[in-house]
């Protein structure tokens, strides 16, 4: 027992010497997608008791892990339940991140939290400094297992109809979790069109994608503020994080759906109001990058194409589940792109100065996106025989961790799922945090160069 102890103290020593915190988050999610996979070849995951070759099982485990969607094989037909509920959990893992259920199972064993933990806990959730880190966590938690739940039994009273009563329930659970966690994985072979006119269906799912999306550090605030509202107390103002996160979100939401009406108008039905219906969830579950759909990507217009391709790329906001450069990062970009051309010293957004590091910080990760999607885009044309706007528009889906696809994810070549994988697991972890773990730190030097303007235009 004692060399036991000696042995996993060692190892925690020599990791910490080893790997930074932001490799050992790249690393756990490694390691999970892995056991994923491995577990998802066994004969008891797949329905017919037949084993799943690596590439595919691992494919399907990094979707689900990234909360991202795309799908080589049909999820509610080819696995069979235990395989579904691996993925279910490998879903839910993904989404809230495993670190938080790393704080939860130290909660639970009411043991404290290392320094080394919040501090790798603090890396994995991006925490705003204001927020005390275990009361979060907590919240967290609550407010997932609250909105699932919720939505599952709104979901459960649609589906009653047509399942009985215990797959009614199981299918409304998975498609909650699914959905709050912005996987978008379905058992249904055609997603949700089945139901792209039923209502209380879509706004369901709406409520569930956006909460997802818009951060648990949007939530935690707009709870505050509520509960100051129904208690009478002096009410705060909303910090403006969650300014910009509400703002931009309901801008790109609406913006998608009025083009997306306009383009693709003949494509949907020829009811008004259930075109508007379609237009806003292509709209949403593309900005908040839930993946699902209630009709077929791969018949849109080149042009409805490629606004979802704009709106994947931007995706939802930091501290979510969802993927994409985040909307906070477009924000500041904009704004100190627009000050930089009307030549203003100082950038405010809702009365607040913002400070020209979070511009460089954006920049660095618009950047490393660009580079990701253009290098792995490149990959798959070569490798691809398929319509250039569908492999961009599925490395642009990949690295958002969306999960929308024109059909042509199952016929990718082993090479073209690997690079669907890569980009899935940057889109997770992030194009900075992958960056930050492969290039070593650069040294501080005590001397600067001599500067010499060249022409930028």
């Known amino acids: 027992m004692i060399l036991i102890i000696t042995i996993v103290r060692f190892m925690n020593r020599f990791i910490k010497k080893i790997f930074t915190p932001l490799q050992l988050i790249s690393l756990g ?27 595919d099982a691992l494919f399907t485990s990094t979707s689900a892990v990234s909360t991202t969607g795309l799908i080589v094989v049909d999820t509610g037909s080819y696995y069979s339940l235990f395989g579904e509920i691996v993925i279910l959990i490998l879903i839910q893992i993904g989404g809230l991140g495993y670190m938080v259920l790393f704080v939860l199972i130290t909660l639970l064993l009411r043991s404290k939290l290392s320094i080394t933990g919040k501090k790798y806990l603090r890396e994995s959730l991006s925490r705003l400094s204001n927020i005390e880190i275990i009361k979060f966590v907590k919240l967290t938690i609550l407010f997932t297992i609250a909105f699932e739940l919720t939505g599952a039994l709104f979901y459960v009273s649609v589906f009653i109809d047509h399942f009985d009563t215990s797959d009614a329930i199981y299918i409304s659970l998975f498609h909650s979790i699914s959905a709050f966690c912005t996987a978008g994985f379905s058992l249904f072979a055609d997603s949700l069109s089945g139901y792209g006119t039923n209502w209380l269906i879509n706004i369901n799912t709406f409520i569930l994608v956006i909460a997802g999306s818009i951060g648990f550090f949007v939530i935690y605030d707009i709870s505050h503020y509520l509960k100051g509202f129904i208690k009478r107390q002096p009410i705060k103002r909303f910090t403006l994080q969650t300014k910009i996160v509400l703002t931009a979100s309901i801008f790109l939401y609406v913006i998608g ?13 020829n009811n008004f109001f259930d075109k508007i219906l379609y237009s806003l969830f292509q709209s949403i579950t593309a900005s908040t990058t839930v993946g699902f759909n209630t009709v077929d990507i791969g018949s849109l217009t080149t042009a409805g194409l490629f606004v979802i391709i704009i709106l994947m790329f931007i995706g939802g906001s930091p501290g979510s589940t969802a993927g994409g450069i985040k909307t906070t990062n477009l924000v500041i970009f904009s704004k100190f792109a627009i000050a930089a051309l009307r030549e203003k010293k ?17 920049a660095a990760l618009i950047f490393a996106a660009l580079i990701s999607i253009t290098f792995f885009t490149f990959l798959l044309t070569v490798s691809e025989q398929a319509d250039f706007i569908k ?67």
Not at 35 to 47: K, Q, R, T, V, W
Not at 257 to 269: G, M, Q
Not at 349 to 357: E, G, H, L, P, Q
């Open 29 to 55: 999610f490694i390691i999970l997608i892995l056991l994923g996979a491995f577990i998802l070849m066994l004969p008891i995951s797949c329905e017919q008791a037949a084993s799943q070759n690596f590439i």
């Open 257 to 269: 759906a009025v083009l997306l009406f306009v383009l693709e108008n003949d494509k949907f039905t």
């Open 391 to 457: 492999i961009l528009f599925e490395a642009v889906s990949a690295f958002g961790t969306i999960g929308l696809s024109t059909g042509i994810t199952p016929n990718l070549t082993p090479v073209g799922k690997m690079s669907i994988i890569v980009l899935m697991l940057i889109g997770r972890i992030g194009p900075l945090v992958i960056g930050l773990s492969l290039i070593p730190k650069a040294r501080n030097n005590n001397y600067i160069y001599p500067e010499e303007e060249i022409l930028i235009s």
């Open 346 to 362: 100082y950038v405010s957004v809702f009365k607040r100065t913002i400070n020209s590091a979070l511009f460089q910080k954006a």
